[in-house]
C-alpha cells in the first residue's frame, strides 16, 4: 500500500506540534517558572498537550481497524450476493435458451460467446422467464445502489454491472411491448458478454463464481 507522504505530514503536523508545545511548557515551567503554584499549573498543561497525541492516535488506530473491518465485511457480503445474481441470471439465460449441458466454466465460457442468430434460434421468452428477469434486474439494481454508498466495487466493475442491469431493463421493455425476437436475442448477447467482462476482469470473482456453479446450486434454483 503506497503512502501519500504529503497527507501523512499534514495528518501528522497537529500532534507533532502538541508534543512540541508540551516540551517548550514543561522545560520552561522547570527551569524559569517564578513559583511553585505557576510551574505546577504549566507542567498539568504540558502534560495534557503531550497526552493529546496519544488519545487521538489510539482514536484513529481503533476507527482504523473498525472501519477497515467494516469494509471487509460489506466487500464479503457484496461478492456473496453479486454470486448470487450472477448464478440466478446465468441459470435464467440458459433456461430461455434450452441449455441442458452440464453447468461448469468450460460449458458456461462457451454459451456467453453465442451471437445474435443463435440466440435469435434457441430463445424462449415465458412468463416465467420474465419474472426471473424482474427480480434479477432489482437484485442488481439494489446491490449497485448500495455500492454507490460504500464505494466497495471498483469502477470498471460498476461499469459492467450497470451495462448489465440497463440491458435486463431494455430487455423487458422489449419483452412486453414490441417482442422482437431479435432484438431481445441482442439484449441478451450483450448480458453475456458483460458476465465473461465480469469474469475476465476479476479472476478471483471468477473462482467465486465457478464454486456457485455446482450441480446442487443449479438443481436448487432450476426449482425455484
Same mark, same amino acid.
Request: charged share 20%.
Given at each position: ?77 457484496? /461478492?456473496? !450476493? ?7 441470471? =446465468? $441459470?435464467?439465460?440458459? &433456461? *430461455?435458451?434450452? #441449455? ?83 432484438? /431481445?436475442? !441482442? ?7 458483460? =458476465? $465473461?467482462?465480469?469474469? &475476465? *476482469?476479476?479472476? #478471483? ?20
Amino acid at each position: 500500500m503506497k503512502i501519500n507522504i504529503r497527507n501523512f505530514l499534514l495528518k501528522s503536523l497537529p500532534y507533532l506540534m502538541s508534543i512540541a508545545g508540551g516540551i517548550i511548557l514543561y522545560t520552561g515551567a522547570i527551569d524559569n517558572a517564578p513559583n511553585d503554584n505557576l510551574r505546577d499549573l504549566i507542567i498539568n498543561v504540558s502534560a495534557s498537550l503531550l497526552s493529546i497525541p496519544l488519545v487521538f492516535l489510539l482514536y484513529d488506530y481503533t476507527n482504523s481497524r473498525v472501519s477497515n473491518q467494516m469494509k471487509k465485511s460489506i466487500a464479503n457480503s457484496m /461478492s456473496d !450476493k453479486l454470486n448470487d445474481v450472477l448464478v440466478n441470471t =446465468i $441459470l435464467m439465460l440458459r &433456461d *430461455a435458451m434450452g #441449455v441442458r449441458n452440464k453447468l461448469d466454466t468450460e460449458n458456461l465460457n462457451r454459451m456467453l460467446v453465442w451471437r445474435v442468430p443463435e440466440i435469435s434460434r434457441r430463445l424462449n421468452i415465458t412468463p416465467r422467464f420474465l419474472d426471473k428477469l424482474h427480480t434479477c434486474h432489482n437484485d442488481l439494481d439494489t446491490l449497485l445502489f448500495r455500492n454507490s454508498q460504500t464505494n466497495t466495487l471498483t469502477p470498471d466493475q460498476t461499469q459492467i454491472l450497470s451495462s448489465m442491469a440497463r440491458n435486463m431493463a431494455h430487455l423487458i421493455n422489449e419483452s412486453k411491448f414490441h417482442k422482437n425476437r431479435r432484438v /431481445s436475442a !441482442k439484449y441478451i448477447e450483450n448480458i453475456m458478454s458483460q =458476465i $465473461l467482462d465480469w469474469l &475476465d *476482469a476479476d479472476s #478471483v470473482a471468477a473462482l467465486n463464481l465457478a464454486k456457485h456453479l455446482s450441480p446442487d446450486v443449479s438443481e436448487k434454483n432450476n426449482k425455484k
